[in-house]
C-alpha cells in the first residue's frame, strides 16, 4: 500500500471503473482456474509496443499467452468474439516480442483465450484452448 493510498480512498480516487474492475475480477478467476489445471502462472498484463497479453503460463513445455474476456450474465455474444483479427494481431506481435527476450527462443507457444461470465458475484470460466493460430 502507497503512501497516498489511504487519502485516494477518502476522496473517493482509488475507484476503478466498472468495466476495469470487472476486467481484473476476470483475470483474477481465470488465473486461478488454469492454476488448478495444472498450469504454471509466469506474468500478468505484459505490455508492449503494440498491446497487452493478460496472462502468460507455462503448460508442459509450451508457453500459452491468455486472452481474458469477462463479460456479465446476458450478453448476446460468446466473450471470445471480442477477440478480433485485429485484437489477435496485437497479441501474436506482442507474444513474439515476449519470446525473442527468453534466453531460448525456440519454445512452442500457443494462444489460449479464457471466458470469463460473471453473475451475482460468482464466475464461471470457459477455457479456449489454442483458440487461434498465427
Not at 482456474?33 to 509496443?49: C, D, I, R, V, W
Request: net charge positive; hydrophobic share 35%; proline share 4%.
Amino acid at each position: 500500500m502507497g503512501l497516498l493510498d489511504p487519502i485516494k480512498s477518502l476522496l473517493g480516487k482509488d475507484k476503478l471503473p466498472h468495466h476495469l474492475r470487472l476486467g481484473r475480477e476476470g483475470e483474477k478467476a481465470a488465473k486461478s482456474y488454469l492454476k488448478q489445471l495444472g498450469y504454471k502462472f509466469l506474468t500478468a498484463n505484459y505490455s508492449g509496443p503494440h498491446g497487452e497479453i493478460d496472462l502468460i503460463f507455462r503448460h508442459e513445455d509450451c508457453l500459452v499467452f491468455v486472452e481474458v474476456k469477462t463479460r456479465t450474465e446476458g450478453g448476446w455474444t460468446r466473450p471470445a468474439d471480442a477477440v478480433n483479427r485485429d485484437k489477435r494481431k496485437a497479441i501474436i506481435h506482442t507474444a513474439r516480442q515476449y519470446v525473442r527476450k527468453l534466453t531460448d527462443s525456440r519454445v512452442k507457444y500457443r494462444y489460449d483465450i479464457a471466458e470469463v461470465l460473471v453473475r451475482e458475484g460468482a464466475s464461471e470460466v470457459r477455457h479456449i484452448p489454442n483458440a487461434f493460430q498465427e
